[in-house]
């Protein structure tokens, strides 16, 4: 395999992102202010120096604030230990400099990561920092002396080198190398094929397809564009064969990748955060995600099934459908890598990152072959090759938006600006508990238009948790709440980042597109109602018995509630009767 010598650039860093986010799970106890600067530096090239769009001078601004970047967390790295004995308050023009470069770095890297949102509301919150003590009132704070606010948010650990950003180098990059492996080889093939056979003759066989191969693909991605991106590129065409509506088989897949991110065992990078703030194992969290992540595509197969009676869609034919004697042979590509990772993180005290280098070990292996069973070392190469850039890409993302969200907590910790916004919300709820939840979900929702999940979880719990647990709800069940509402703004207009993509494979405006996707995921929007209302849903490890009864009770209640969305105006009292039904499944008589 020929490449040049930027491709091989590109590779060699890349090797090297890669290389050392797995030496951090085996390398024992490294200090933070070491680890935490070079994950940083390492996504720097990524965002600066590849693949960066515009003319001379906007390359030239790149490079040279790419560069800067790398000086500025070479320095923090080189000086660990007199830094560590500030505690916090910088010292000289040199160390302001340095933390001034720093700050602003990580609001550009997030800007040319997810465009402006998340840096616009990190600057309002740093300014809030430097200036509330000019602010009256219950909002001002007493001041915090420019030495200690920068070095805090700088040489410290309150702020870029915090908690979310050792979530980031230490046990988020690790399964998302696993997930990009896997996607390098046979996987793909494995579950399409599983997916089609298993559902392809089902009524509306093509977009219950897509369903089952989005579940499966969210277990390596945990994204929910790049699962839209991925297997809606094979499904949404599919279904626009066999005559299904553009806008509707858009609508299908938009729908069915958002779920993603909350499907175990890999999830998205907001419940690996989620498991360090409860401080709650991550396998406890994969194990209590698993019902609601089975009521999430419930709820879009139920909206599937009542369009396709409503609308007389069919299932594939015989000859369309790959075999099973393909799947067999496909499967045990993304089956023996979870597998293991699943044995590992159940029945050993291996920690997770742990378990996810084993897998990815494994999965290395398995790009050598496929799924006829032959080896082809050029193959082999270009698979782990792949595996590689797409890893220390993705590695790259998620460390631009969690080290941008570290301002934002830092600033919070300093100000007590948190504990003030809950005061906020529990004097607009009335301190009852329910509006306080319907006021979250909305605020989850509008900040997640234009930020991605983890980002928007990320805030919205910091402001908004405290509140809810102040009223009584327990602290898993406040986390589970504002993450699923954070994931739902994909699909949410006027900003539905999953909506968009669909829409732009199925070749269909986009409106429409979200229309049907609010229709066929009207359950989505109840799920999280449904297990505050029926907290046994969330009890699997203590009461596996109430949990699954739990489930079967809301699950009914979202299936009728879902006929109701779809079959809307057509027979009205069936309808009338469905909604009733729903409603009391959902919100009465908890289990």
């Given at each position: ?129 430097l200036l509330g003590k000019y602010i009256p009132g219950t909002f001002g704070h007493d001041g915090i002396p420019l030495d200690y606010f920068l070095g805090t948010l700088v040489i410290a650990e309150g702020g870029l080198w915090g908690d979310l950003t050792g979530i980031s180098a230490e046990i988020i990059a690790p399964f998302i190398i696993l997930g990009c492996f896997i996607s390098a080889g046979e996987a ?251 006021l979250t979900a909305l605020a989850s929702l509008v900040l997640g238009m234009e930020l991605p999940t983890t980002a928007a979880y990320v805030i919205c719990i910091a402001v908004a948790g405290p509140a809810l647990v102040q009223l009584g709800l327990p602290e898993l069940y406040a986390h589970m709440f504002v993450f699923w509402y954070a994931l739902l703004c994909t699909i949410t207009p006027p900003v539905c ?95």
């Open positions: 395999m020929r490449i040049s010598w930027k491709d091989g650039m590109v590779l060699a860093v890349a090797a090297l992102s890669v290389g050392f986010h797995l030496y951090l799970i085996f390398s024992g106890l490294m200090p933070n202010l070491v680890t935490r600067p070079l994950h940083l530096m390492l996504a720097i090239p990524f965002i600066f120096f590849f693949g960066v769009q515009g003319g001379p001078v906007g390359r030239g601004i790149a490079y040279a604030t790419g560069a800067i970047g790398l000086a500025a967390g070479l320095y923090i790295v080189a000086n660990r230990e007199p830094l560590a004995d500030q505690y916090g308050a910088l010292s000289g023009w040199l160390q302001h400099g340095v933390a001034i470069v720093l700050i602003l770095l990580a609001l550009e890297m997030a800007r040319r990561t997810i465009k402006a949102v998340l840096p616009a509301i990190a600057v309002l919150v740093l300014a809030y920092g793909g093939t494995g579950f399409m094929s599983f997916a089609t056979q298993f559902a392809g003759r089902m009524r509306a066989g093509a977009a219950k397809v897509s369903i089952v191969a989005s579940a499966l693909y969210g277990t390596i991605s945990g994204s929910a564009s790049a699962n839209t991106a991925s297997t809606g590129t094979v499904t949404i065409p599919a279904m626009k064969k066999l005559g299904y509506p553009p806008s509707f088989a858009a609508a299908v897949e938009a729908v069915a990748s958002t779920g993603g991110q909350i499907m175990p065992p890999l999830m998205g990078a907001g419940v690996f955060v989620m498991a360090e703030l409860l401080r709650t194992p991550y396998t406890d969290l994969m194990i209590l995600a698993s019902l609601p992540a089975f009521l999430f595509f419930l709820a879009a197969w139920a909206g599937v099934h009542f369009y396709a009676i409503r609308h007389g869609l069919t299932g594939m034919r015989g000859e369309d459908l790959p075999g099973w004697g393909k799947v067999a042979r496909t499967v045990p590509f993304f089956l023996l890598p979870f597998g293991l990772l699943v044995v590992l993180l159940l029945f050993t005290r291996y920690t997770a990152p742990y378990a996810a280098a084993m897998a990815t070990a494994l999965t290395v292996v398995l790009l050598l072959i496929d799924s006829e069973g032959c080896a082809s070392a050029s193959r082999w190469v270009s698979r782990v090759a792949e595996g590689t850039k797409g890893a220390a890409e993705q590695i790259a993302s998620i460390a631009a938006i969690l080290i941008c969200a570290s301002l934002i907590v830092g600033v919070f910790h300093m100000t007590g600006l948190g504990v003030k916004i809950t005061s906020v919300i529990l004097s607009l709820s009335g301190g009852e508990l329910w509006p306080a939840l319907l980042g999953n909506v968009f993509i669909a829409a732009g494979i199925a070749n269909t405006p986009w409106l429409p597109v979200a229309g049907n996707a609010l229709r066929l995921g009207v359950g989505l929007f109840l799920v999280p109602l449904g297990f505050i209302a029926n907290p046994s849903l969330l009890l699997v490890l203590e009461s596996p018995v109430l949990a699954f009864l739990a489930m079967a009770k809301v699950g009914l209640g979202i299936w009728l509630l879902s006929f109701v969305a779809i079959d809307m105006g057509r027979r009205p009292l069936p309808a009338l009767g469905a909604l009733v039904g729903g409603v009391v499944l959902l919100f009465f008589f908890g289990v």
